[in-house]
C-alpha cells in the first residue's frame, strides 16, 4: 500500500445478472441459501447477484459464475428471457473479515475506510461517522477492532 502499511488485502469476486421483467416476480429480496445468490426485486427488473470466488482482480469474469445464477434462478422462474446485464464486482475482504477503518502507521495524516467485504454498501454509513470521529481526533471505542496495525508489519 503505497501510504506504507502491509495490509492483507484480497477479494472476493461476486456475480451479478439482472433480466427485465414487465410486472415483478418477488415482493422482497429472496435467497435460496443452498444456491448461495439474492434475488432482488428492482423497477422493471430483477436482480440475481452473489456467489464467492477468489481469483485476484487481474482476472477477467468467469463464465461459469454467470451460469450457475441463470441455472439457479430459473429453477424459480423459468421463463425469463435473456439476461439484460451482467457484472463481476470485487469485494474487498482481509482475513478476519472486518474492514480497516483507522489511521496509518506511517503517515498519520492519512486515515483508511476500505475492505468492508460483502458489506461496504450496509456499513457506509456507520463507517463515515467513524471516519469523521477520527478526523475530528475523538477517539470512537467502536475504531478499536478495526484499525490497520492489527496486522504485522
Ligand atoms: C455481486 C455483489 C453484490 C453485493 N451486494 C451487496 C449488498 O447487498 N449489500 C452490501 O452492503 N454490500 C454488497 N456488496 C459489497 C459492496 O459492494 C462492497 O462491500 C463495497 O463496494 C466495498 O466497499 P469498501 O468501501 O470497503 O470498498 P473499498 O475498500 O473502497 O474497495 C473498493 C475497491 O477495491 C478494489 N479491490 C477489491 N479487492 C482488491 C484487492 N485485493 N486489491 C486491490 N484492490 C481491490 C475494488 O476493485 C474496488 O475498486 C456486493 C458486492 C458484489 C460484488
Redesign the pocket.
Known sequence: MQAGDRIP???E????VEFQTETPLLQRPVCPVHLGF?MTPMTGRLRV???VELG??SAGPNPCQFELLDRGVRQYFPKLDHASAKW??????LPDSR?VIGRSRNSKNVIF????????????AI?SRLVASLINGDTDPLTTGFTPDRFPS
Open positions: 488485502l484480497e477479494t469476486r461476486g456475480y451479478h439474492y447477484a452473489g456467489t485476484g482482480t463481476l464486482g470485487f469485494r474487498p475482504s474492514p475506510a476500505f475492505g468492508h467485504g460483502h458489506l461496504g454498501l450496509t456499513l457506509a463507517t
